[in-house]
């Protein structure tokens, strides 16, 4: 059974850091690419980085330079480093796992991110 479980959200104020995290079992982890995505209120859900399975990255322009993503292939894990959070940053964060070899995409509940003073 595939499983996707994100962790680390939580209350930070602007200008601060947060580091996600997100583990994928019960799949091949190393031939999946995995996607970071965001959904605020009333908002449509936009993708925020992404890795693949060889290690490139991509980035949506919005956090370019604040955001990094990495993986460990040893632990089935994704990050999400958060730096310079903005109010806008506020949202639930989504960790997707997407398969290089059928598309086939499983998804995590979320972990919600609040930027706020």
């Known amino acids: 059974q595939v499983r996707v479980v994100e962790s680390g959200g939580g209350l930070v104020q602007p200008g601060g850091s947060l580091r996600l995290s997100c583990t994928a079992s019960g799949l091949d982890f190393e031939s999946y690419t995995m996607d970071w995505y965001r959904q605020a209120p009333g908002k449509e859900r936009e993708l925020v980085a992404g890795i693949t399975f060889g290690g490139d990255t991509n980035y949506a322009d919005s956090v370019k330079g604040r955001f990094t993503t990495s993986r460990d292939n040893s632990r089935n894990k994704v990050y999400l480093q958060l730096n310079s959070l903005k109010p806008e940053d506020t949202a639930v964060y989504h960790c997707?796992?997407?398969?290089?070899?059928?598309?086939?995409?499983?998804w995590g509940k979320g972990t919600l991110v609040t930027v706020s003073s």
């Open positions: 997707s796992a997407s398969s290089r070899w059928t598309g086939v995409q499983y």
